[in-house]
């Protein structure tokens, strides 16, 4: 059994020291009543008591046990009703939401860490608020205000739950070719038919009802994925009092058997002349479902590191237990924790630089939205645009590698379920390929984020990193200043080949930019320690930890610019019959 | 369900294009009346039939039953029964033996390629004809004649299966604290005490004996691994004719629940005075048991190679079929086969480098072992010896790797049971930790095979690697000249630095060595292309590939070796409270 601590200290680290947010919350008309250092640690704390006490003991158990669909319903591991319950007293599950509909208005960079403690506890139960506060987030900005008023408080305090019906069984990211369909009724709704596949959350007893925002097609749609509409489609259809009346016509055809997760249900849902609300302007519905994937597509990126910090608590702990071999002693039956192996040294250092660089960059990214969502800030929001691929990406590529090292740490031990180091593998493993797989992420850095505007945004952003570097030099992080310069060099290359090459390019790109942004967050960290504030153990370990980040892992970015420099037309020709 | 279908004519293009080992096989007295190409070829047929129709389609049945224990006997998946009968009546588990003692005498380069058959098929599975192979080796090197007399035959004809017992519960790869004793009957035989753990195979009723090899402590045994002694253990004592008698101390306490390879029963066996039989010296057990263990890491590889094999075959079949997304065509309702994508052509690409780079490796160390074992080669032998690190090693992390990548290329389907890519990566996953974790081959080979010559016989290599290419340069290997110098330089620089650098840098130097001699591996396939041999599809393919690993593979090795550079003590020297 693996065990977790919420890592509060680095967290209040990050808001605090390294970028500052009790300053710019108290600076903010909208956040400055509503929240300061003293309440954000207090929820911090209050949000690791449940994730630590009523959640990650058992995560092990929900693996094993799994959602169980038996005539219809679908079942869930005992402890996920507690433990949702537990949420909704708490008010958890509306402290993103917006206040004007019963939401608590906590800012995104406050909101991230509590999903980073949930994902640390079970990725699989994570999923159910986690797809509700998407969901509240498209109704939000495109639901009209009657809508809003209708849905959005029972979803706020948990009392509904929310899903996203967007995959067909024959398409995939390809929205564009889906057939589930949308007739208008007469009395203004419509009357889905179809069947989406992989629907996170799709049927559940957790919640009185379950509110679907569906993609479908109305007659007159354009082909392609102009021609598609966001619906609203509740379990249950609402009686005249607002709450959960007759059955509505979508049920649950069947759930997935999947490698991890298993306490996600992710269901095969049949819509039967469901009854369905438009939400937003017809054939529009595709760019109102982004607005929910882009907030699941950050809160992935918690996965990742969610995952990975877990990984690496249990990993430490084993290293510093397990007697194996001698490393100092010459006694020879005598063995030393293996954590005096410099090999298991570089796997723990590797996964504590990634994830702290990890923590300090989903900090910044919600920094970001934050600045864009209460000051209309510009800039922010394009490097928020910009970097939320990354957030998505190159966070849960790393988590990944993360737990598949710190499942190596424990050798054998790793492999077997009972310490639970193989289903933190497993869980975090769908993050790299829902919500948008990391190929259709990197394809959307390169040609739409990068690309499309020649670089612009991501040159401005070098150019201040640039800039910082000069003014406040800090002498560990002195071969970024390098990195940031041949990051410029390749990509204003890159930018000169072909759409082919940008597309084979992508992922090694988004990768390369990444390793330089943490390198960035290595600096940001190290700009921030205080001897005034900060103990001389965590200001050891996280100068030391930014000298492996700088020595050992941001040269990996030579490599894959050498990779970036060969790339060619030529390499993407081979017929595929040759294959 | 994941399909397979045996890479005959890439096996054959590596054994006799590449390496021309039909040629060799005709210069050796002990082999030239055995094997000869036709041959060699009949059996890798032979050998695809029973794996491609009675092993490979029912892996996902045997990874959902899974070994199962009842009152103390292991039941096994029902096919892998009559799939057992079937190579015991091919005689497929006497292929590599020894002919004096009843085996068929192949050679390892060609039994290699039936090993990698097997994995593909099902690793869990290959696992019991893979363990009594490798008992057979220790036996047939290190026991005396009657004891070889006694229980090669039956082993090598399948009637019985072998075991190696090493690790026990606070003892994984520190063989040196272990506490298993070994006390001296008044027979000569030995009684031995103790509990071992993960041992595979260790309980089954696919054989009518199980014959354990068993590490344990006698009385006068000196402090550490050079205390240690190995024994043979028979489930089932002799009978007077030779046959299974009575049963044997040796029971078996219980068997993991694991991340994958569930048909592989990995057993907790209790010695409670099981009547053991020295093999070899006393206190000499650990130097007959690496026999064994280095004739497995080379399977390991096959391991790693076999489950990469099966996934890039599902991936390129599901890549071909799969409609997602435009790429040439205009009409927004029709989506073409994703592997018009760049990025899915990148990850086939990088699969398809590295299995068939890798495939030609693992015939270059068989051969080198082959040449060792009935030359008495001494160059062959050290550079075998140098080379099976990475084939245990580089193999199963590139297995790994290519598994994960092409389970992506399916997206989310990748992550559901049905489609079988996601137990392949459960399944390989071990093969990075047996045998000796990944870690402890990098420092065997950073440690052992290079520092402790100060690199000779690595630096021996390279000298006729960049011979080689000087004389006979092909054009697409070019950068492969300048990846050899600079590996040199590199390697002098590291074998300046201290210990504990070296075992910091294993891990990137293994990878480092590994990439670029898969670049020798690359130029090897050039060179052995013939038009008037190969099908221009087979030509073509072979080109871009390796045109592909140049371009795209190769530079990783400026990443590693910019890494490697920047190592210092320094770098380990972190207070392990301050984690």
């Known amino acids: 059994m693996s065990s977790y601590q919420a890592p509060i200290t680095d967290m209040t680290f990050n808001l605090f020291d390294v970028w500052q947010l009790d300053q710019y919350w108290q600076t903010n008309g909208q956040l400055q009543d509503l929240i300061e250092a003293d309440t954000a640690k207090a929820i911090l704390e209050e949000a690791a008591k449940i994730c630590e006490q009523q959640i990650a003991p058992y995560s092990a158990d929900a693996d094993q046990r799994g959602a169980q669909l038996t005539d219809g319903k679908v079942s869930l591991p005992t402890h996920y009703y507690t433990a949702y319950q537990s949420l909704v007293e708490g008010g958890w599950t509306s402290l993103s939401g917006d206040p004007q509909y019963g939401g608590m208005g906590m800012p995104k960079a406050l909101s991230m860490m509590v999903d980073e403690m949930l994902c640390s506890s079970d990725i699989a139960f994570s999923l159910y608020p986690g797809l509700t506060a998407g969901a509240c987030v498209a109704l939000l900005q495109h639901a009209d205000d ?16 929310g899903t996203m019906c967007l995959t067909e069984s024959h398409a995939g990211s390809d929205l564009g070719i889906m057939r589930t369909t949308a007739k208008p009724n007469a009395d203004g709704s419509y009357a889905l038919n179809g069947s989406k596949i992989f629907i996170t959350a799709g049927e559940h007893e957790l919640t009185s009802n379950i509110i679907h925002l569906v993609l479908a097609k109305l007659p007159d749609a354009p082909a392609g994925s102009r021609g598609i509409s966001l619906f609203l489609v509740p379990k249950y259809l609402l009686d005249a009092n607002g709450g959960a009346g007759v059955r509505n016509g979508v049920s649950v055809g069947s759930i997935e058997h999947k490698m991890g997760i298993n306490g996600s249900a992710t269901c095969v849902l049949n819509f039967d002349d469901a009854k369905g609300f ?10 109102c479902m982004f607005t929910m994937m882009n907030y699941e597509r950050l809160s992935m990126g918690s996965q990742g590191l969610g995952a990975a910090e877990r990984a690496y608590q249990n990993a430490l702990a084993y290293a510093k237990d397990r007697l194996q071999g001698r490393i100092t002693e010459s006694d020879a039956n005598k063995a030393e924790p293996i954590i005096g192996h410099p090999d298991v040294q570089r796997m723990l250092l590797n996964i504590k630089a990634m994830n702290e660089a990890g923590r300090t960059f989903a900090t910044w990214v919600a920094a970001l ?14 490097r928020a645009n910009l970097l ?31 310490w639970g180091m193989e289903q933190l593998v497993r869980d975090v493993r769908i993050a790299q390929i829902y919500e948008g797989t990391n190929g259709i992420q990197a394809a959307d850095f390169m040609l739409r984020k990068v690309a499309a505007d020649k670089g612009t945004v991501l040159f ?4 201040d990193i640039a800039d910082e570097l000069i003014e406040k030099p800090h002498v560990s992080a002195a071969p970024l200043t390098k990195a940031v310069t041949d990051l410029r060099a390749i990509t204003t290359q890159l930018l000169q080949k072909e759409n082919v090459v940008l597309a084979g390019a992508a992922c090694d790109f988004l990768a390369l930019v990444s390793y330089i942004l943490y390198g960035y967050m290595w600096y940001k960290n190290l700009m921030a320690l205080d001897t005034s504030k900060h103990s001389s153990s965590f200001i050891d370990a996280k100068t030391h930890t930014a000298n492996w980040f700088f020595s050992r892992i941001l040269p990996r970015a030579t490599g894959i610019n050498a990779t970036l420099n060969n790339d060619s037309v030529m390499l993407y020709n081979l017929a595929h019959e040759n294959y």
């Open 369 to 382: 939205l934050d600045k864009s969502k209460y000051d209309n800030c510009v800039v922010s929001g394009q």
């Open 146 to 161: 009657t809508t809003k008023q209708t849905y959005l408080p029972k979803l706020y305090s948990g009392e509904w739950s």
């Open 278 to 287: 438009l939400i937003g302007e017809p054939h529009r519905g595709l760019s």
């Open 388 to 418: 939320t691929p990354i957030a998505k990406a190159f966070m849960t590529d790393q988590g990944f590698d993360a737990c598949v090292s710190a499942q190596q740490v424990f050798g054998g031990h790793g492999y077997v379920k009972e």
């Open 460 to 463: 401005s952003l070098l150019d």
